[in-house]
């Protein structure tokens, strides 16, 4: 494979590693989850507590020790440390960790503050994220409020969610 072949998908880890930092960064928005302020100077000393202060020197997987390390932890912390491990993993080749096995590994983590639904493919776009929501989110929605009266797209609907927000 010649390095021409290699550049597109450079070019794809670098926006979307940029994408992450620019929002949390600049702005103290997750990428993941853009209502939460992840990237905040409180949440990352909480995540430093837990996870560097706190290291976990037993042989369990990673993923075990990090789950302890987080339990308790507010749902920006946890947050905090998907986008982080994103960072980490994004410019790994498929040869070494494939996306399917990224997004399980975020999905996991995400998970823990009930937040897996967004390491699917494409939840991170605007696109994405619309058919996640509908699809998967508003009917467990319509579940809750059933012979309430309430209309779920008009109260729990991305647009007015986005509106309420002001986003």
């Known amino acids: 494979?010649?390095?021409?072949a290699d550049q597109p998908v450079g070019?794809?880890?670098v926006a979307e590693v940029r994408r992450v930092f620019h929002g949390g960064l600049l702005g103290g928005k997750s990428a993941f989850a853009p209502e939460t302020d992840a990237w905040t100077e409180a949440t990352a000393s909480d995540l430093r507590a837990r996870f560097?202060?706190?290291?976990d020197e037993s042989s369990d997987t990673f993923l075990v020790k990090l789950r302890r390390q987080l339990d308790g932890a507010p749902l920006?912390?946890?947050?905090?440390?998907?986008?982080?491990l994103f960072v980490n993993m994004a410019p790994l080749k498929p040869e070494q960790i494939g996306l399917r096995?990224?997004?399980?590994?975020?999905?996991?983590?995400?998970?823990?503050?009930?937040l897996a639904h967004l390491a699917k493919p494409g939840a991170a776009r605007p696109e994405g994220l619309d058919l996640i929501w509908?699809?998967?989110?508003?009917p467990l929605l319509e579940d809750q409020v059933?012979?309430?009266?309430v209309d779920v797209e008009e109260e729990y609907g991305l647009a007015s969610l986005r509106a309420a927000l002001g986003s």
């Open 11 to 13: 070019a794809e880890v």
């Open 134 to 138: 509908r699809t998967q989110i508003l």
């Open 101 to 114: 096995k990224k997004l399980q590994i975020l999905g996991e983590i995400l998970s823990w503050a009930g």
């Open 1 to 4: 494979m010649g390095m021409e």
């Open 52 to 55: 560097v202060d706190r290291p």
């Open 76 to 84: 920006t912390t946890v947050v905090l440390a998907a986008e982080l």
């Open 146 to 149: 059933y012979g309430t009266g």
